[in-house]
């Protein structure tokens, strides 16, 4: 019996990841004889019966987050971190994996540490082109750190061997499909473009607002499908109406959904996450990206510039983020088929398919 812990910030863009290494790590287990036993430790939210669909069981751990600036909340996150670790001290013990994979992101840095204090090997992955401060204090334990963009190696000072993998993409994402089939499907005309808006899984109220105040001017030109967030679409939902030309959901909450959603679209208009960047680049979509200001570290604002190096994407800055803008930047993608095949191109040469298997073999030859 193999025995391997997950943990990471309980957002889609570190439980994703992990999902799609426990897949290649099932695999390897299956060709190998082996048992093996999947477990994450942490806060799982909307995505616990993701994980238990995949056959992770998810274990509750305390999350927190440790700032390195005054806030009052500190003085709830503090207590909640040590309280956190007791947490992993008795949990941990009783599970006893071979070996401890972490995405970072708020509320690994105690499963890390206890995990530490049990001798248990580790191997870290940032997703981020500026590593977040959970990462960074891991790297210091680890035997193997992999990341996802290139810059982020200038940030970490450890001696553990370190990697360009790329991020994890889910398999089932990659399944070819016809974009008229999935314009249809989502009651759009397929012979007109569409436009999908992301904004994480959390939504972001700016975007929403900012399509929402000018949805006409976008209408008058575009047909959207518009992911707003789980915590912000029943309130949106109050005063937006679905038409036929705009839609919006909460979430894509199956990988189907989401599929479709990529398949349907002729730009992507995003935030930076890194999650999202990798989605959109192994789609072979030209985006439009709007970096979150207030990310830690400013770290969307670097995954953007890295990503329009290649060529695959166009950056607008928030404060600069005006309707004529950003639709004018659209119309010169979709008016310019050259273009438009020269960012696809581009997008898909950044893309490293192998990024979960990779890892995976990592995660097996720290066991060793």
Excluded at 130 to 148: E, Q
């Amino acid at each position: 019996m193999v025995r391997i812990l997950l943990t990471g910030g309980g957002t889609g863009g570190h439980i994703y990841p992990l999902i799609a290494v426990s897949k290649k790590l099932q695999d390897y287990a299956d060709r190998g004889g082996l048992e093996i036993d999947l477990r994450y430790f942490g806060k799982a939210d909307y995505y616990a019966k993701e994980l238990e669909t995949n056959n992770i069981k998810a274990v509750y751990i305390a999350p927190s987050k440790l700032r390195r600036y005054f806030s009052l909340l500190n003085l709830v996150d503090i207590p909640k971190f040590f309280w956190s670790i007791l947490q992993g001290l008795w949990k941990v013990f009783w599970f006893m994996p071979d070996a401890v994979f972490s995405k970072g992101g708020p509320g690994a840095l105690a499963m890390i540490l206890v995990c530490r204090f049990y001798r248990i090997p580790l191997l870290i992955h940032e997703s981020d082109a500026v590593p977040g401060l959970t990462n960074r204090i891991s790297a210091r334990f680890a035997k193997k750190v992999d990341i996802a963009f290139e810059a982020a190696a200038d940030y970490f000072q450890t001696k553990a061997e370190l990697g360009v993998t790329g991020n994890p993409i889910r398999e089932e994402l990659l399944i070819p499909q016809d974009q008229a089939m999935a314009k249809r499907r989502w009651g759009f005309d397929p012979r007109k473009p569409v436009i999908l808006v992301l904004g994480g899984s959390q939504g972001s109220e700016r975007i929403n607002n900012f399509i929402s105040e000018n949805l006409e001017d976008w209408l008058n030109k575009f047909q959207l499908l518009h992911q707003v967030g789980y915590g912000k679409y029943a309130e949106y939902q109050k005063w937006m109406k679905q038409k036929s030309n705009y839609q919006f959901v909460p979430y894509f909450d199956s990988v189907k959904d989401l599929r479709d959603g990529f398949a349907a679209a002729d730009i992507i208009v995003s935030r930076a996450g890194a999650g999202a960047i990798f989605e959109i680049a192994a789609m072979g979509k030209p985006s439009i990206l709007i970096p979150l200001p207030e990310a830690a570290n400013n770290h969307q604002n670097q995954n953007a510039y890295e990503y329009v190096k290649t060529g695959a994407a166009i950056i607008i800055e928030e404060e600069n983020l005006l309707v004529n803008l950003a639709i004018n930047e659209i119309e010169k993608i979709l008016n310019n088929p050259a273009l438009l095949i020269k960012m696809s191109t581009a997008a898909k040469n950044f893309y490293k398919p192998d990024a979960a298997e990779k890892i995976a073999k990592d995660i097996i030859s720290v066991i060793k």
